[in-house]
């Protein structure tokens, strides 16, 4: 019989809690070799998850707000333009209708920060003023990650300079792939150095690192040199999140946090766009690391189209009727 997963506090989501940053600390190559990962032990625990897991009726409205409040809203279309950028900020600030949210009790809810191109941070950060919700860049040759060095790090300090406050780089895929941790943890602190007070989210690109245990020792590694958040993809590999991926790297972030004491943020992204993914991807969130990290602090989706879909669920929990998908649209 499918279990009933408490509801979360949404009461208390804003203002984020704002846990103290990861330091790294050195490389211990005993630990990162250490780091394994039982592939079909892992995909039996990630199948028989959607079928232990249900919550309904008030309890999936108050799971499927706290997903919204994870979200981070992007835009990465080379079409993008400051109009679209503002648009797609207005609905950060408002993400579900105002007469749902009424009726939920859940005014003020707006999404965790909204995510674009460095030329798009300035038109953001305008849109945004006033409201708490940070700008997020992508840097460091998004998606791949193959641009001189000294500019990916240059990258990363223009966005900075132009008022993002999370940046999300991509690693070096073949660091991974040859087993260079060490040049993986020279790259990983470079980068968190060049972002000083912004946080630094660490893309893995998991569907081009090839098994599962890479997975885990690059989460690691990432972790030792100081990024705030370890993140699934880039949403442009062919394999982006998947409740394996995320056990593995949820667990490499209990050990960390079991071993230091600090606290690492998860981003999946990249395929997440129906709100009962969601519902999973959080119900995973609360077995392997616990509700300190069901807020927007320590975890978000990297999502678009999921609002949407969240947006619908809610108006049909309220009205009882399901609307058309167009007429939820993100920017």
Known sequence: MA?????????TQLPQTTEPRNPGMALDMDRVMRATANRSAIERRAATLPGRRSVKKDHQAAWLARAVSCIDLTTLAG???????????????????ADLLESLGLEGL????????HDMIEPAVAALEGTGIPVAAVST????GLSPFPLRLAEIGESVKAGAREIDIVISRRLVLTGDWEGLYDEMRAFR????????????????LGTLQNVARASMVCMMAGADFIKT????????A?????????????????????????????????????????ALVKEELGDRWLRPDLFRFG?????GDIERQLEHHVTGAYSASWRHAIG
């Open 110 to 117: 707006t999404v965790g920060a909204v995510c674009v191109y």
């Open 303 to 307: 999502a678009s189209s999921l609002l």
């Open 141 to 144: 040759g998004f998606p791949a």
């Open 242 to 282: 998947t409740l394996p991926v995320s056990l593995v790297m949820m667990r490499a972030i209990r050990e960390y946090h079991e071993e230091t004491g600090h606290r690492v943020g998860y981003k999946p992204a990249g395929g997440i766009s129906k709100a009962k993914d969601s519902l999973n991807y959080l």
């Open 79 to 97: 079409d993008d333009t400051p109009g679209r950028v503002a648009r797609l900020c207005a609905k950060a600030k408002q993400p579900v209708r």
């Open 3 to 11: 279990q009933t997963t408490e509801a979360p506090d949404i009461a």
């Open 193 to 208: 150095e060049a972002c000083g007070e912004a946080h630094v989210k660490a893309i893995l690109a998991t569907g081009e």
């Open 233 to 240: 993809s880039t949403g442009k590999e062919g394999v982006n």
